[in-house]
C-alpha cells in the first residue's frame, strides 16, 4: 500500500488511461469516406504543380510567338509563326483546363468530413496556396495576352491610316472592333487613291482582326476562369477557418473534459484513501474489544 493512496503515481495512472483512450477524440478516419488520403492528394497536388511549370514554359514560348507575329514581314512566315502559336495556345488550355479540374477535385476532397481535421486542414493549406499560384499564373498569362491584342491593334491603326490618311481615332476604333472588319476596310481600299498598298494592307489586317478575335477570346476566358479560381480560395480560406474553428472547440471540450476526470479521479482516490482508513479504524476497534473481552470475561 506504500505509495498508494491519493498519491501522483495513481492520478497519472488513471489519467494515462483516459488519455489513451481518447487521443484519437476528432481526428479519425472512417476508411469509407470520398475524400484522399495523404498519397493521393499529394500525388495529385504534384501533377498539378508539374503542369503548371509546362503552362509557365508554354506562357513564355506564346510570348515569343507573339512577338514574332508582329514583327513578321512576309505572309508566308507570319501564317507559319501563328499556326505553330495556336497549336502551342490549345495545348496550354488543355493544360490549364486540368489543372483546374485538379484543384475543383482536391478542394471537394478537403469538404469531405469522413477525414480527419488535421487532414483537413493540412490539405486546405496546400490547395489553397497552389490554387493562389495558379491564379498569379493565369493573371499573368492574361497579361500577356492583354499587351499582344493592344499591340495588335496599334498596327492595325497603323495600317488603316494607311489605306485612310484622314481617319479620326473614333473611325478607326469602330473598324478595328467592327465584325464585318474586312469589309470596313475593303471599302476604304475601293476608295483610296493608293490601292496598290491599300490591297495589301487590306490582307495583313484581315488576317490580324481575326487574330485579335482568337485573342480577345482567351483573354475572356483567363478572366472567368481567373475569377473562378479565386472564388476558390476564398471558399478555402472559409473551409480552413471553419476546421480550426471545430479544432479549438474540441481541444477547449477535451480539456475541459480532461479537468472534470482528473477532478474525478481525484475524488475517487480520496474516497478509497477513506475506506482504506475506516477499514484500519474498524480492525483496531476489533482489536481492543477482543483483548477487552479476552481480560474480562475469559481470563476471569
Excluded: C
Amino acid at each position: 500500500m506504500s505509495g498508494g493512496y491519493g498519491g501522483q503515481d495513481d492520478t497519472a495512472i488513471e489519467l494515462g488511461a483516459f488519455d489513451a483512450r481518447h487521443a484519437g477524440y476528432g481526428n479519425y478516419d472512417n476508411g469509407g469516406n470520398s475524400g484522399y488520403g495523404d498519397g493521393q492528394f499529394f500525388k495529385l497536388l504534384d501533377s498539378a504543380k508539374a503542369q503548371m511549370e509546362v503552362i509557365e514554359e508554354s506562357i513564355k514560348q506564346i510570348a515569343y510567338w507573339h512577338e514574332q507575329a508582329l514583327e513578321a514581314t512576309s505572309e508566308h512566315k507570319y501564317h507559319q509563326i501563328i499556326f505553330d502559336r495556336d497549336n502551342l495556345v490549345s495545348e496550354t488550355n488543355a493544360h490549364i483546363s486540368e489543372v483546374k479540374q485538379t484543384l475543383e477535385n482536391l478542394a471537394q476532397s478537403v469538404d469531405d468530413p469522413a477525414i480527419s481535421k488535421s487532414q483537413r486542414i493540412a490539405q486546405a493549406t496546400r490547395q489553397q496556396s497552389l490554387a493562389k499560384k495558379f491564379s498569379e499564373q493565369l493573371q499573368r498569362y492574361h497579361q500577356m495576352e492583354y499587351q499582344y491584342s493592344k499591340r495588335n491593334r496599334d498596327r492595325l491603326a497603323r495600317q488603316y491610316r494607311i489605306a485612310r490618311p484622314d481617319a479620326t481615332d473614333d473611325e478607326v476604333a469602330a473598324a478595328i472592333d467592327n465584325d464585318q472588319a474586312g469589309q470596313v476596310f475593303a471599302q476604304s481600299v475601293m476608295s483610296s487613291s493608293r490601292q496598290n498598298d491599300a490591297r495589301r494592307v487590306l490582307r495583313d489586317v484581315e488576317e490580324r482582326q481575326a487574330d485579335i478575335k482568337k485573342i480577345d477570346q482567351t483573354i475572356n476566358q483567363l478572366a472567368e476562369m481567373f475569377v473562378e479560381i479565386s472564388d476558390m480560395v476564398n471558399r478555402q480560406q472559409e473551409t480552413i477557418d471553419s476546421i480550426e474553428s471545430a479544432v479549438e472547440d474540441t481541444h477547449g471540450n477535451v480539456e475541459s473534459a480532461h479537468k472534470e476526470v482528473k477532478q474525478a479521479i481525484v475524488y475517487r482516490i480520496k474516497a478509497r484513501k477513506k475506506i482504506w482508513i475506516a477499514l484500519l479504524l474498524l480492525i483496531i476497534i476489533i482489536i481492543i474489544i477482543v483483548v477487552i473481552i479476552y481480560f474480562t470475561v475469559i481470563k476471569k
